[in-house]
Antibody, heavy 123, light 111 residues
């Protein structure tokens, strides 16, 4: 079945780095844009970044621009999020999510979600 | 503070209908018909409910419907059931600068 499985979360000190991964299965990964969305404990959802189906276009939320990098390896059906210069306010459950448009465009809605991986930034 | 404004909580009795509002601005929901809605049960990932204001993905119950007027989008749930008790999040495309904004989420209680 269609599935997204995140990994790579953990506890990290402020200023350090972490790389998240999201393994996709059950669909043609290379046809879909992919997003990262995060949720701080007890808070609402916050969009983080998107990458186009072929990796040629990447967009970021202002809160992470210049610190986070989204990438993908279509040969491995895997999405990544490299997080540098981490801050306390980056503490959240990070979800990868599939864009609902599988025709090469970005539909700006999220139809499949993983279960999330927790990132805690703390000294 | 979230870019889209949702009520913190709403409630209704089984069988009733409720509506959750999601108020944005002319920079997001008021201009783009790219409003989506998600249901999230405690400890679970969000579930896709509505896209492009009022379109329902296959497999989503027709008890869920979406609409928009001006800067405010709405999610209506008819025939409330106990399993509808969850948090509901709205989301909108917000143009090439901000890109995506979410609401703060609304907790639905089924009495």
């Amino acid at each position: 079945q269609v599935q997204l499985v995140e990994s790579g979360g953990g506890v990290v000190q402020p200023g350090r780095s972490l790389r998240l991964s999201c393994a996709a299965s059950g669909f043609t990964f290379s046809s879909y844009a992919m997003h990262w969305v995060r949720q701080a404990p007890g808070k609402g959802l916050e969009w983080v970044a998107v990458i186009s189906y072929d990796g040629s276009n990447k967009y970021y939320a202002d809160s992470v621009k210049g610190r986070f990098t989204i990438s993908r390896d279509n040969s491995k059906n895997t999405l990544y999020l490299q997080m540098n210069s981490l801050r306390d306010e980056d503490t959240a459950l990070y979800y990868c999510a599939r864009d609902r448009d599988g025709d090469g465009y970005i539909g700006w809605a999220f139809d499949i979600w993983g279960q999330g991986t927790m990132v805690t930034v703390s000294s | 503070q979230s870019a889209l404004t949702q009520p913190a909580s709403v409630s209704g009795s089984p069988g009733q209908s409720i509506t959750i509002s999601c108020t944005g601005t002319s920079s997001d929901a008021g201009t783009y018909n790219l409003v989506s809605w998600y249901q999230q049960h405690p400890g679970k990932a969000p579930k896709f409910l509505i896209y492009e204001v009022s379109k329902r993905p296959s497999g989503v119950s027709n008890r869920f419907s979406g609409s928009k007027s001006g800067n405010t989008a709405s999610l209506t749930i008819s025939g409330l059931q106990a399993e509808d008790e969850a948090d509901y999040h709205c989301c909108s495309y917000a143009g090439s600068t901000t890109l995506v904004v979410f609401g703060g989420g609304t907790k639905l209680t089924v009495l």
